[in-house]
């Protein structure tokens, strides 16, 4: 019997061609095995101790965001590189006391641990898909938990709900998104909860507002659409400075909306914030395809926000979770470094062009509050990360700026292909609205005057469309006005 050992990729001495006995056969490739085996071994050995050496929290956000948490209790789901989608809403119970004890663990402490596994029973109470970008939202947003709702209004109003109570008031910014205005003006003041509205960059105007009845200091930041910034550490300063000495119950507690900027540029917890509010429509859900909102902090906040949630509904679908989920949160970052690109670039244009009076953009230089943005928006690794949403106003007087901005808008939507005619914001489209007739109209004209919203002001969304089709489109609508 003729044999042939060739040389191992392993590492083996060459053997010489042999004509051997089934005896030297059988000891060869005994031989041969056994030195196999140890290679494959020791191969095998290298490879885990390599793996161990670096743990999982070593790894950098852009790729936690892409591959989550892959030891969920919400779901086994190891063998999918992809999360399945829940389609149920009720779930199958084993017995009475399994059913019995779900209700009696959810929104307690013990269903807030991490690890704990829950007992599924009602689609609005909890469910798994849900639960798993749950998970990674409150990761990114560096919060201990995070309960999501069907809209960005419904996590605000939860937000507000949890923290108020009937003879509470509210110190909020003087410019807001329109609905979030109308719900502290038209339907918190029944519940015996009002709103008392200040300039939270100016330290007189803020603590003038705040009283002995005041629970919650609300804002957005950057402000919607003004692009305005709110310092989260000064405001947190004085809040505190507002309040010496008190106790955990009669500290004042700080929301603030985080969508325009994402966890991406801006983490408000790490800056004094108690809550952060978003709208997961907008750029963490990206593509426009799915609502929803998120109020993501400590985990004290945790079983309130799940009652909330049972009692007043507002509950996020498991198919709209799963399609932030899977498509929206892992794409954030890429999305967001290519946007702030083109928004920067879009915002030098339009700050040379002759029929623009001025640009709000966090990026420009000549930016009023450039050092601020500089010091508070920064990326998960430390770079300056400005946003993708971009604020501009026409020049001319009150009458004339609003023509010229409704034959701009209106060429735009007839004519223009990279940039769309559509309220919202941070999708992969670039969308351009006008504030003060759309997203804002809920504030009276002269708030809206004393607000910084003008009629000529026009807010713009960046999106992934190449930077010079944006700037093309823009310049051919401007040449109409």
């Known amino acids: 019997?003729?044999?042939?050992?060739?040389?191992?990729?392993?590492?083996?001495?060459?053997?010489?061609?042999?004509?051997?006995?089934?005896?030297?056969?059988?000891?060869?490739?005994?031989?041969?095995?056994?030195?196999?085996?140890?290679?494959?071994?020791?191969?095998?050995?290298?490879?885990?101790k390599k793996q161990h050496r670096t743990e999982k929290e070593s790894y950098r956000?852009?790729?936690?965001?892409?591959?989550?948490?892959?030891?969920?209790?919400?779901?086994?789901?190891?063998?999918?590189?992809?999360?399945?989608?829940?389609?149920s809403a009720a779930y199958r119970l084993g017995s009475v006391h399994r059913g019995a004890q779900g209700f009696v663990e959810f929104a307690s402490d013990e269903a807030g641990v991490k690890g704990h596994v829950p007992i599924?029973?009602?689609?609005?109470?909890?469910?798994?898909?849900?639960?798993?970008?749950?998970?990674?939202?409150?990761y990114a947003e560096g919060g201990e938990t995070a309960v999501t709702f069907a809209t960005g209004m419904a996590a605000i109003s939860a937000a507000l709900g949890i923290t108020n109570k009937a003879g509470t008031e509210i110190v909020a910014h003087h410019t807001l998104y329109g609905c979030t205005y109308s719900l502290m003006t038209n339907w918190l003041p029944r519940f015996g909860i009002t709103t008392r509205f200040a300039d939270l960059r100016d330290e007189r105007s803020f603590k003038a507002a705040i009283t002995n009845r005041t629970r919650v200091v609300y804002f957005e930041t950057p402000v919607n659409p003004t692009l305005d910034l709110i310092d989260i550490e000064v405001v947190r300063r004085w809040m505190d400075e507002s309040r010496p000495g008190k106790g955990e119950n009669d500290r004042l507690l700080m929301i603030v909306d985080n969508t325009f900027a994402t966890?991406?540029?801006?983490?408000?917890?790490?800056?004094?914030?108690?809550?952060?509010?978003?709208?997961?429509?907008?750029?963490?859900?990206?593509?426009?395809?799915d609502m929803g909102g998120a109020v993501i902090g400590p985990l004290k906040y945790h079983a309130p926000l799940l009652m909330y949630r049972k009692d007043f509904g507002g509950v996020l679908s498991s198919k709209s979770a799963w399609s932030i989920l899977v498509y929206g949160l892992p794409t954030l970052a890429t999305r967001m470094v290519n946007q702030q690109k083109?928004?920067?670039?879009?915002?030098?244009?339009?700050?040379?062009?002759?029929?623009?009076?001025?640009?709000?953009?966090p990026g420009l230089e000549t930016f009023p509050q450039y050092q601020l943005a500089r010091r508070q928006m920064t990326s998960y690794d430390g770079?300056?990360?400005?946003?993708?949403?971009v604020y501009f106003v026409l020049k001319g007087e009150e009458k004339a700026a609003t023509e010229a901005a409704d034959?701009?808008?209106?060429?735009?939507?007839?004519?223009a292909y990279s940039v769309t005619l559509a309220v919202s914001l941070g999708q992969i489209r670039t969308l351009i609205e006008e504030p003060y007739s759309m997203t804002h109209s809920a504030l009276p004209?002269?708030?809206?005057?004393?607000?910084?919203?003008?009629?000529?002001?026009?807010?713009?969304?960046?999106?992934?469309?190449?930077?010079h089709d944006i700037i093309n489109d823009l310049e051919i609508a401007l040449e109409q006005v």
């Open 1 to 48: 019997m003729q044999l042939v050992i060739v040389e191992s990729r392993l590492g083996l001495r060459k053997k010489p061609q042999l004509k051997c006995s089934h005896e030297k056969y059988s000891c060869r490739f005994s031989e041969f095995a056994c030195n196999l085996s140890r290679a494959h071994a020791l191969h095998t050995s290298n490879r885990m």
């Open 61 to 87: 956000i852009r790729t936690h965001l892409i591959h989550g948490n892959h030891e969920s209790k919400h779901w086994d789901f190891d063998h999918h590189l992809v999360p399945p989608i829940s389609a």
């Open 120 to 138: 599924y029973i009602y689609d609005r109470l909890d469910e798994p898909t849900r639960g798993m970008l749950e998970d990674h939202l409150a």
């Open 263 to 289: 966890p991406y540029c801006q983490r408000p917890l790490a800056l004094g914030a108690d809550l952060v509010v978003h709208s997961l429509t907008k750029d963490i859900g990206g593509f426009g395809t």
């Open 342 to 361: 083109s928004a920067t670039r879009v915002a030098q244009f339009l700050e040379r062009h002759p029929k623009v009076a001025s640009v709000h953009y």
């Open 383 to 389: 770079k300056f990360a400005p946003g993708s949403m």
């Open 407 to 415: 034959r701009f808008m209106d060429y735009i939507a007839n004519h």
């Open 445 to 467: 004209a002269e708030l809206k005057h004393a607000r910084g919203l003008e009629p000529g002001g026009i807010r713009l969304s960046i999106g992934l469309e190449d930077w």
